[in-house]
């Protein structure tokens, strides 16, 4: 597309007054609200561990020391390595993909359903009960998991009572509360993408495939996944970075040896007041979450562009 032809378009179809809050709008919140904090805490990362009188003054120059403390630690530590928290940054990423495919599996089936069938009270009614518990504050409804899945909590009580089994389930310690409310917590962030998608596909390109004899798995596998790809790209992408950077969950429904990359930063920032290597750490978990994603999206052939649309 010819960028001279861009905005004349975009200010016929917009007016002059709209058009402009809109660029004004997207440009403060793309570059005052991401960019530039973003490349605040690049900075910051790159600096001293300095008491406020000295910054800005000789000592405060750049270093990679705090990058060089994720990989390798303290200077005398018995290790090579710091294996604490490059297990838990591992451990962190493989639990956020764990979380994104338990969601991809669970919703793909409801979106289907939602963007195929004819539109009705029971189809309203099933996306307003979803939506409803969202109203509740995240926290609330961190908290509220940790009830069910206590010790004495529904499940376990439900369980004892039917004589499924003879004493609780520690489901805190084994982390399965964890995940199960990171799963919940962003749901909807993956169902709606592929909703939409799925919803403009043509139903007669399925009839057809019926009709040819075509088995259920292979009209999904053929014509349904390659046309929502780009939702359930998007859906995936926010799942993935969210639960990777989730925070409030991770310290209400984890267990006492579980541990998320996350509360190390925080530590860092608050009970540490190293800022700069918590600013490093973040930098980290931030751009190892982007080469993740993107690297998936080249395997998978999906544009950026895709996932926009």
Not at 80 to 88: S, T
Not at 233 to 242: D, I, N, Q, R
Not at 256 to 268: A, E, H, N, V
Request: charged share 15%.
């Amino acid at each position: 597309m010819d960028i001279r032809k861009i905005f004349p378009d975009y200010y016929r179809r917009n007016g002059t007054g709209l058009g402009t809050f809109l660029l004004i709008a997207v440009f403060f919140w793309v570059v005052v609200l991401i960019i530039l904090p973003q490349l605040s805490m690049l900075d910051f990362s790159f600096r001293h561990h300095l008491p406020p009188p000295e910054m800005g003054g000789p000592k405060d120059t750049y270093t990679i020391e705090h990058y060089k403390y994720l990989v390798f630690g303290a200077k005398g530590a018995g290790s090579a390595y710091n294996v604490v928290d490059l297990g838990v940054f591992v451990r962190t990423l493989v639990a956020a993909i764990f979380v994104t495919i338990v969601d991809l599996i669970l919703c793909y089936p409801l979106a289907y359903y939602l963007g195929q069938t004819k539109g009705g009270g029971f189809t309203r009614v099933l996306v307003l009960l979803l939506i409803i518990p969202y109203w509740v504050n995240e926290i609330l409804r961190a908290f509220a998991f940790r009830i069910i899945f206590g010790d004495s909590g529904l499940i376990n009580e439900v369980l004892l009572n039917t004589g499924t089994i003879a004493q609780p389930i520690d489901f805190i310690r084994a982390n399965i509360a964890l995940y199960a409310g990171l799963s919940y917590a962003y749901i909807l962030l993956m169902i709606f993408p592929i909703y939409n998608v799925i919803e403009s596909l043509d139903r007669n390109q399925i009839e057809a495939a019926r009709d040819m004899g075509a088995p259920w798995w292979r009209i999904h596998w053929r014509i349904v996944i390659p046309y929502a790809k780009p939702g359930i790209s998007s859906g995936c992408t926010m799942v993935f970075m969210l639960s990777a950077g989730a925070l409030a969950a991770p310290q209400i429904l984890g267990g006492p040896s579980s541990l998320w990359f996350t509360q190390i930063i925080y530590q860092w920032f608050n009970s540490g007041g190293n800022w700069p290597r918590g600013a490093a750490f973040a930098i980290v978990l931030l751009v190892t979450c982007i080469i993740i994603v993107l690297s998936l999206m080249r395997a998978f052939k999906v544009k950026m562009g895709d996932i926009g649309k």
